[in-house]
């Protein structure tokens, strides 16, 4: 895992989305088909400033689910490609605002043009998520939203 530096710590950012220069798509992919490892799930929940439970709502993960993910230490592939989701959304945040805390503030806030639903509960679906990343285009070019 590679670090990013945090004003007052260093966070472990998910491989799966800053990976070395040498992984490939086929690699990520396999990853994910794999399960990625649950550390990849105790990372994107520091960088997005989440308790656990919450972030498992957002990947549709039960607390019994949670707890069994835990003991095996890895996620299944769907929950895996959902945690990929996310930490691509953030990543994409961070680079258009500039700014670890304003994307993790940005993306936990509600906004006008998702009709008022955080940005992270509506990434819930691949679709939402496709918006998400659609309204951080519009943000980025000064696109009024």
Do not use: C
């Not at 990625?36 to 960088?47: D, K, N, R, T």
């Not at 709502?57 to 996620?75: A, N, P």
Request: hydrophobic content about 40%; cysteine-free.
């Amino acid at each position: 895992m590679s670090q990013k530096k945090n004003v007052d710590k260093i966070v472990e950012e998910p491989t799966v989305v800053y990976g070395t220069t040498s992984s490939s798509a086929v690699e990520t992919v396999e990853r994910i088909r794999e399960g990625l490892p649950m550390v990849e799930f105790v990372a994107l929940q520091a960088l997005l400033g989440l308790r656990a439970e919450s972030l498992a709502q957002h990947l549709t993960i039960s607390r019994s689910t949670l707890v069994r993910r835990r003991k095996s230490g890895r996620l299944d592939m769907q929950e895996s490609d959902r945690l990929l989701r996310y930490a691509r959304l953030y990543a994409r945040a961070t680079a258009v605002l500039q700014d670890d805390d304003a994307a993790r503030d940005w993306l936990r806030q509600p906004a006008r043009a998702l009709d008022f639903i955080s940005p992270l509960t509506f990434a819930e679906t691949e679709a939402g998520a496709r918006e998400v990343e659609a309204l951080l285009g519009r943000i980025e070019h000064g696109v009024f939203s």
